[in-house]
């Protein structure tokens, strides 16, 4: 059974940081990219970072040079740092493997950037 665990979401102003972690089981860590999508009242649910097996990243426009994805193979986590959060951050951020499978999502973590 395929289990992904996010957790670090919280209520942040506008420019600070928070840090996201997903802790995965039941499937192969290492050999999955990994993804982590955000999805916003009324709006679809958008991948925004996404690590490779070996450690390649790739970022939607609106995150690049603010948001930093990784992860740690041994431990079957992957991670999001978010800085300089804007309000338009504001979503229920999820991790899955890239593409998706619907049967992977979690309950999500909350991330709530005030004004």
């Known amino acids: 059974q395929v289990r992904l665990v996010e957790s670090g979401g919280g209520l942040v102003q506008a420019g600070g940081s928070l840090g996201l972690s997903c802790a995965a089981s039941?499937?192969?860590?290492?050999?999955?990219?990994m993804g982590w999508y955000r999805q916003a009242p009324g709006k679809q649910r958008d991948l925004v970072a996404s690590i490779t097996s070996i450690g390649n990243t790739n970022y939607a426009d609106s995150v690049k040079g603010r948001f930093t994805i990784s992860r740690d193979n041994a431990r079957n986590t992957v991670n999001l740092q978010m800085n300089s959060l804007k309000l338009e951050d504001t979503a229920v951020y999820y991790c899955n493997i890239v593409p998706p499978r619907l049967g992977y999502w979690g309950q999500g973590t909350q991330v709530t950037v005030s004004s």
């Open positions: 039941g499937i192969i860590f290492s050999r999955n990219t």
